[in-house]
């Protein structure tokens, strides 16, 4: 099982608001690093979607959007599209694996 | 921009050595990054396998140190991974990645497309 925990599946309708949790320890999270989100569409690479915690890269719409409190990040999608069904995978470090990237399981976004 | 493309062989025997390259396209590998593999079993999430700087330096995910090696060419622009002694649980998507260090940590901000791998005789 992974270090940081997501819920494994969400969905929601068109134009809805979503959340996915990551949620980790003092280890990691709670330690203070940086939370960054991956998309993964069915069949492709990830692709960096949120990076330090809340920012999105160039080309990365505002309807996404990352937070973090504790030892916990989230990821909302609003006015969520079809386009938007996906795979989506949290990464931080872990100071007491020594492991310098560790990743959620994933969450598999359902657009119903 | 930068592109990264996998290649190597998607079979390999139990107890072998698994052996991928990751071409650098659109820029060098001997820029200010850090270049990692990540890899994905079938119906799975992700995991770290490792990194390689331009100068050798290398950082290994624990739980495969004993078995990884990452190496870089500078004069074909391109870096390795070899895996030993593999199994079925080896079996995976294995994909190359651009680090992107935000205050000394990575995130991972270009993907190659990713390669099939399967462990079996």
């Known amino acids: ?23 980790g320890s003092s280890s990691n999270i709670g330690a203070g690093y940086d939370v960054h989100w991956y998309q993964q569409l069915p069949g ?16 990365v719409p505002d309807r996404f959007s990352g937070s973090k409190s504790g030892t ?40 119903l | 921009q930068v592109q990264l493309q996998e290649s190597g062989p998607g079979l390999v025997k139990p107890s072998g050595t698994l ?43 624990p739980s495969l140190k004993s078995r990884v090696t990452i190496s870089v060419d500078k004069s074909k622009n391109q870096f390795s991974l070899k895996l030993s002694s593999v199994t079925a649980a080896d079996t995976a998507v294995y994909y190359c990645a651009r680090v ?3 205050r000394g940590l990575p995130a991972f901000d270009i993907w190659g497309q990713g390669t099939m791998v399967t462990v079996s005789s």
Request: proline letters at 6%; charged letters at 10%; a negative charge.
């Open chain 2, 19 to 61: 052996s991928l390259t990751c071409a650098v396209s659109g820029g060098s590998i001997s820029s200010s990054n850090w270049w990692s593999w990540v890899r994905q079993p079938p119906g799975k999430g992700l995991e770290w396998i490792g990194e390689i700087y331009h100068s050798g330096s290398t950082n290994y995910n």
């Open chain 1, 72 to 111: 916990s990040a989230s990821l909302a999608i609003t006015g969520l599209q079809a386009e938007d069904e996906a795979d989506y995978y949290c990464q931080s470090y872990d100071s007491s694996l020594s492991v310098h990237a560790v990743f959620g399981g994933g969450t598999q976004l359902t657009v």
């Open chain 2, 100 to 102: 992107w260090l935000m």
């Open chain 1, 1 to 23: 099982q992974s270090v940081l925990t997501q819920p494994p599946s969400v969905s929601g309708a068109p134009g809805q608001r979503v959340t996915i949790s990551c949620t």
């Open chain 1, 44 to 59: 492709t690479a990830p692709k960096l979607l949120i990076y330090g915690n809340s920012n999105r890269p160039s080309g």
